[in-house]
């Protein structure tokens, strides 16, 4: 009786989250796949085909945006871990008490609101008439307003500004169970600080390393304000195709196989990180 009434607890625990990846995860990519395989010959007129992914490979601008977009969205991510990471040790390592609070509350002030405020937030910052341009003008470092928008740069530092939090939030937590003796035996061995870094610290930092860039990987590849707004109209981000096809042509069947190929990219990389660095996708999100 006890065991029946356990399991029926936990199946009524597991019933929710089943529910959610059913209706809002499964069943939306089953049908965005079957719309994917559809070719429209004719008025509300369909055949079963992969056309539409055909049409992907023999359009030169469709996967060259999508080469650069995978590109830039790893950049990003490794960019993001040269910032986040020194950071993220300073607050787990370097700090206590009130100031490691201080410091984490302040990494997060910013993400208290949307991305659409904070990206518009630096293009007040970058466009001719910003701050920065009237700063460079007001020091007599350039002689006319500088527009420093509508460019790759722009771009990455956007896509670095609105990920960064989930790169140091894993960094954080992963560093912070580090036992501080650990390192002090590197240094009483006689290791450089290279060498602790490079032995002990980034070893057991590695499961938040991982979860870290595989999150802002897939931010990254799937932003769409940020890479528009900095970049402007011309960006040539992939997510934007995906927009036009969906929004602007209403061409559902080109923008689900867009959609598809993004999801298998990003598969892909996930999969490949995964593989360079060691890690499995369990002992990833456990421990980080």
Same mark, same amino acid.
């Given at each position: 009786?006890?065991?029946?009434?356990?399991?029926?607890?936990?199946?009524?625990?597991?019933?929710?989250?089943?529910?959610?990846?059913?209706?809002?995860?499964?069943?939306?990519?089953?049908?965005?796949?079957?719309?994917?395989?559809?070719?429209?010959?004719?008025?509300?007129?369909?055949?079963?085909?992969?056309?539409?992914?055909?049409?992907?490979?023999?359009?030169?601008?469709?996967?060259?945006?999508?080469?650069?977009?995978?590109?830039?969205?790893?950049?990003?991510?490794?960019?993001?871990?040269?910032?986040?990471?020194?950071?993220?040790?300073?607050?787990?390592?370097?700090?206590?008490?009130?100031?490691?609070?201080?410091?984490?509350?302040?990494?997060? !002030?910013?993400?208290?609101?949307?991305?659409?405020?904070?990206?518009?937030?630096?293009?007040?910052?970058?466009? +001719?008439?910003?701050? !920065?341009?009237?700063?460079?003008?007001?020091?007599?470092?350039?002689?006319?307003?500088?527009?420093?928008?509508?460019?790759?740069?722009?771009?990455?530092?956007?896509?670095?500004?609105?990920?960064?939090?989930?790169?140091?939030?894993?960094?954080?937590?992963?560093?912070?169970?580090?036992?501080?003796?650990?390192? +002090?035996?590197?240094?009483?061995?006689?290791?450089?600080?290279?060498?602790?870094?490079? +032995?002990?610290?980034?070893?057991?930092?590695?499961?938040?390393?991982?979860?870290?860039?595989?999150?802002?990987?897939?931010?990254?590849?799937?932003?769409?304000?940020?890479?528009?707004?900095?970049?402007?109209?011309?960006?040539?981000?992939?997510?934007?195709?995906?927009?036009?096809?969906?929004?602007?042509?209403?061409?559902? +069947?080109?923008?689900?196989?867009?959609?598809?190929?993004?999801?298998?990219?990003?598969?892909?990389?996930?999969?490949?990180?995964?593989?360079?660095?060691?890690?499995?996708?369990?002992?990833?999100?456990?421990?980080?």
């Amino acid at each position: 009786m006890q065991s029946d009434a356990s399991r029926l607890g936990f199946y009524l625990l597991l019933a929710p989250i089943l529910l959610w990846l059913v209706v809002l995860i499964i069943l939306p990519h089953i049908g965005l796949f079957v719309v994917s395989i559809s070719e429209k010959i004719g008025p509300r007129d369909y055949e079963t085909g992969f056309g539409n992914y055909a049409a992907f490979f023999t359009e030169p601008l469709y996967w060259r945006t999508f080469a650069r977009t995978a590109t830039m969205s790893i950049l990003a991510t490794a960019l993001t871990l040269i910032l986040g990471f020194p950071i993220a040790y300073h607050i787990a390592k370097l700090t206590r008490g009130r100031t490691k609070t201080t410091l984490f509350l302040m990494c997060m !002030i910013p993400f208290w609101v949307s991305e659409l405020v904070r990206t518009f937030g630096w293009m007040i910052l970058l466009r +001719e008439t910003g701050v !920065i341009s009237n700063l460079l003008q007001s020091l007599g470092l350039v002689d006319g307003p500088v527009e420093m928008l509508y460019n790759d740069a722009a771009i990455m530092v956007g896509l670095v500004y609105t990920s960064i939090l989930f790169m140091v939030v894993p960094l954080v937590t992963t560093l912070d169970s580090l036992d501080d003796s650990l390192i +002090e035996a590197g240094y009483d061995l006689g290791g450089t600080s290279m060498a602790v870094m490079r +032995e002990i610290v980034i070893p057991h930092a590695m499961p938040g390393i991982v979860s870290g860039c595989i999150v802002v990987f897939m931010l990254s590849l799937g932003n769409y304000l940020t890479p528009i707004l900095l970049g402007g109209k011309d960006s040539l981000w992939f997510t934007g195709m995906i927009y036009t096809q969906f929004i602007t042509r209403f061409n559902w +069947e080109l923008g689900s196989a867009f959609g598809f190929l993004l999801l298998a990219l990003s598969s892909l990389v996930v999969f490949a990180g995964l593989k360079l660095s060691r890690q499995s996708l369990t002992n990833t999100m456990g421990r980080s």
